[in-house]
């Protein structure tokens, strides 16, 4: 157990629908980062929150959001789901400030949401 | 653009045959290689954190060094229990502290 927990574990959907994936940080972490894992694609980063606030995007998509709240957990909306968006999404977390902090960057991931779109 | 390619994408060995994996990159002002381990269906698991070349890190059998292009993930003597999918990483170049992952090397060890 990392200590990452994610929720729900699979989640089966039709497309054009919408979904939130929920997201516990390890304690003490104040960052929390999305991720996207597909076959093709790999591991794709799609965002960051540090304390509440947007800290850096990467491969989001504009039908994807989400967002940090006071008691740090995080969640992902997706909505109008499309075939493609099925996938494994991780969360991680880890408790550094920013860039070149010690032991920045070592993310700690959860177990991840299977999202089957269809 | 920045970026790390993994090589080879699968690789299959028999239990004590030592091989490398590697992870070249072109990333400007690279702040660390990081390697991950993630085991199917699981979320990637943290070895290990490179910072200069020249520098090394073990931790049981597997060895991870650093160039000025290129990473290596070192196995030695595998055994079935360190099949899994190795993944580089570094970090992003915003003001957070994402990593940005290559695509692994897979990596199965018969007996």
């Known amino acids: 157990d990392s200590g990452v927990t994610q929720t729900p574990k699979h989640l089966i959907t039709a497309t054009g629908q919408r979904v939130t994936l929920r997201c516990s940080p390890r304690?003490?972490?104040?960052?929390v980062y999305w991720y996207q894992q597909s076959l093709d694609q790999g591991l794709q980063f799609l965002i960051q929150y540090y304390n509440g606030e947007e800290r850096a995007k990467g491969n989001i998509l504009e039908r994807f959001s989400a967002q940090q709240f006071p008691d740090l957990h995080s969640e992902l909306n997706l909505s109008s789901l499309e075939l493609g968006d099925s996938a494994l999404y991780f969360c991680?977390?880890?408790?550094?400030?920013?860039?070149?902090?010690?032991?920045?960057?070592?993310?700690?991931f959860g177990a991840g949401s299977r999202l089957t779109v269809l | 653009e920045d970026q790390v390619t993994q090589s080879p994408e699968a690789l299959r060995l028999q239990e004590g045959e030592s091989s490398s994996l590697n992870c070249s990159y072109t990333?400007?002002?690279?702040?660390?290689l990081f390697w991950y381990r993630q085991d199917p269906g699981k979320g990637p698991e943290f070895l290990f954190t490179l910072y200069s070349a020249g520098e090394e890190k073990e931790k049981e059998r597997l060895k991870a060094t650093l160039t000025k292009k290129e990473s290596f993930l070192h196995i030695t003597a595998p055994k079935p229990e360190d099949s899994a999918t190795y993944l580089c990483?570094?970090?992003?170049?915003?003001?957070?502290?994402?990593?940005?992952f290559g695509k692994g090397t897979t990596l199965s060890v018969s007996s």
């Open positions: 990333v400007s002002g690279l702040r660390g």
């Open positions: 991680a977390s880890s408790g550094t400030t920013g860039q070149g902090a010690v032991g920045a960057n070592v993310l700690t």
């Open positions: 990483a570094f970090p992003e170049n915003q003001a957070g502290t994402a990593l940005i």
């Open positions: 304690s003490g972490d104040l960052s």
